[in-house]
């Protein structure tokens, strides 16, 4: 499957923000998906979790309560709802696709090229 995220741009804090990740080549309601971010001079991290059939949900304790992931499959499509950022949620934004039910960090297959979202203060 190829994954391309998109959506990103350039908001004060306390702005919101809808971020989309596109699906293609396979049907995507076989893959749960998740969204991750690397902030510059930083590794990786995980954002948020969503299973494939969409009933189970995941976040990282920093964006829990401002952040919501969803995934219309009708549309091989998955968004993720910014909402109240703040400066430190500057980074490059990634989607992934996993064919286990609930992976961990390691074990998605597919990855999206990553799309820039910069929080100013």
């Known amino acids: 499957v190829q994954l391309q995220a998109f959506g990103g741009g350039l908001v004060q804090a306390g702005d919101s923000l809808r971020l989309s990740c596109a699906a293609s080549?396979?049907?995507?309601?076989?893959?749960?998906v998740g969204w991750f971010r690397q902030a510059p001079g930083k590794e990786r991290e995980f954002v948020a979790r969503?299973?494939?059939?969409?009933?189970?949900?995941y976040y990282a304790d920093s964006v829990k309560g401002r952040f919501t992931i969803s995934r219309d499959n009708a549309k091989n499509a998955a968004y993720l709802q910014m909402n109240s950022l703040k400066p430190e949620d500057t980074a490059v934004y990634y989607c992934?696709?996993?064919?286990?039910?609930?992976?961990?960090?390691?074990?998605?297959?597919?990855w999206g090229q990553g799309t820039l979202v910069t929080v100013s203060s």
């Open positions: 992934a696709a996993a064919r286990t039910l609930f992976p961990s960090a390691g074990e998605y297959d597919y």
């Open positions: 080549g396979r049907p995507f309601s076989r893959y749960s």
């Open positions: 969503l299973s494939w059939s969409g009933g189970r949900t």
